[in-house]
């Protein structure tokens, strides 16, 4: 059973705007922390952008000013925005959770199955 649930991504030109949506079905309570992280082919997976149920955020230096972060604590579910999207942003991208925020602002343990991203100069 999938827990985690990811939509969006997809191709886009650079410039362009993609979004994305995850959400957890899996928990009965509003889970602490949510969020995206990205691995690209050959490297490792990297952080995107986390936001704690307070509404703290973290995010990577290469995303802030371009990437959102936001979510919506009743129906755990977290967005991520990417606008003015560069080649460089080509990865897959997982959603991440920290149902009870021990690991925040690290990683969770729960991982989605991932979604392409594709940023074409």
């Known amino acids: 059973q999938v827990q985690l649930k990811e939509s969006g991504g997809g191709l886009v030109q650079a410039g362009g705007s993609l979004s994305l949506s995850c959400v957890d079905s899996g928990s009965t309570f509003s889970v602490a922390a949510m969020g995206w992280y990205r691995q690209a082919p050959g490297k490792q997976r990297e952080l995107v952008a986390t936001?704690?149920?307070?509404?703290?955020?973290n995010y990577a230096d290469s995303v802030k000013g371009r990437f959102t972060i936001s979510r919506d604590n009743a129906k755990n579910t977290v967005y991520l925005q990417m606008n003015s999207l560069k080649p460089e942003d080509t990865a897959v991208y997982y959603c991440?959770?920290?149902?009870?925020?021990?690991?925040?602002?690290?990683?969770?343990?729960?991982w989605g199955q991932g979604t392409q991203v594709t940023v074409s100069s």
């Open positions: 991440n959770v920290d149902r009870f925020g021990a690991k925040w602002p690290r990683a969770g343990d729960l």
């Open positions: 936001m704690h149920r307070s509404g703290s955020t």
